[in-house]
């Protein structure tokens, strides 16, 4: 007697409409922690400038008011509360340039390029790299999160510029060209080694960042490497919004 048997379908070979499912759902997971993160940082950010920052300046006021009180003899006092202040101001503003980096209020407040124009200066005077912006056809305000994107890609390419890249010059440029938004980053540093990974940080977790935040609003990231490297950023002016709902809704 016969007996026909169901077969299950072979394992380890899902299906093309499964592998793109999949890939939704991670996409959206990987959008979603972005979001968490960045609410994180500008939490943290708020507080190291209102509530820190405050304190430091109280404790400032309290010894520059000390520091005139003190008799003129005890010459050790006065040097001991004059060495806090320096000391409280220094580390004020060690804060505010850690609560520009973890969230900058201006990118709330007044949007992408100035926020970059800010972010390019203390670059420049920071690392004495020089650094020039080009903007052209960029609507002043963004949707927020296409803001946040942008200014963290640049961010984070500026950063691998400054550590990997041995550059003297670096230009990012923005620009809206046929409904999309290019962003560019470009150095003349010693370009990406032969197997584009050196030692593999310039090419690495950060890399895989940028082409995160980018592909979450629908968009590409591409590297080409020469004397120098070019980071180039394409994202859809007016379908960020648009691909972010159509990811949400197909988890």
């Known amino acids: 007697m016969r007996c026909d048997v169901e077969r299950p379908a072979k394992a380890g070979r899902p299906s093309r409409k499964n592998l793109l499912q999949r890939q939704r759902e991670l996409t959206a997971l990987s959008d979603r922690l972005m979001f968490v993160q960045e609410e994180q940082l500008r939490q943290l950010s708020r507080e190291l400038h209102d509530e820190l920052g405050q304190s430091l300046t109280a404790v400032s006021s309290y010894l520059w008011v000390l520091q005139q009180q003190l008799p003129s003899q005890p010459a050790t006092l006065r040097a001991g509360a004059s060495e806090a202040r320096r000391l409280v101001a220094r580390i004020l503003g060690q804060m505010r340039e850690l609560s520009q980096l973890l969230r900058p209020p201006v990118l709330d407040l007044y949007g992408l390029i100035p926020s970059l124009e ?54 990012v440029t923005l620009t809206v060209v046929d409904g999309e938004l290019r962003l560019e980053i470009e150095d003349d540093g010693g370009g990406l080694p032969q197997n584009g990974n050196g030692n593999g940080r310039r090419a690495g977790v950060g890399l895989i960042g940028i082409r995160e935040r980018a592909r979450g609003l629908g968009g590409t990231t591409t590297v080409a490497s020469g004397r120098g490297v070019l980071l180039a950023v394409r994202l859809p002016l007016d379908g960020a919004a648009q691909h972010r709902e159509a990811t949400e809704a197909a988890v």
Request: aromatic share 6%; no cysteine.
């Open 118 to 171: 800010a972010h390019l200066q203390t670059f420049e005077k920071r690392h004495g790299i020089a650094a020039g912006f080009v903007v052209s056809g960029v609507p002043e305000r963004l949707p927020p999160e296409t803001e946040t994107a942008l200014y963290r890609i640049a961010q984070e390419a500026l950063t691998n510029v400054a550590r990997h890249a041995r550059a003297t010059r670096v230009r």
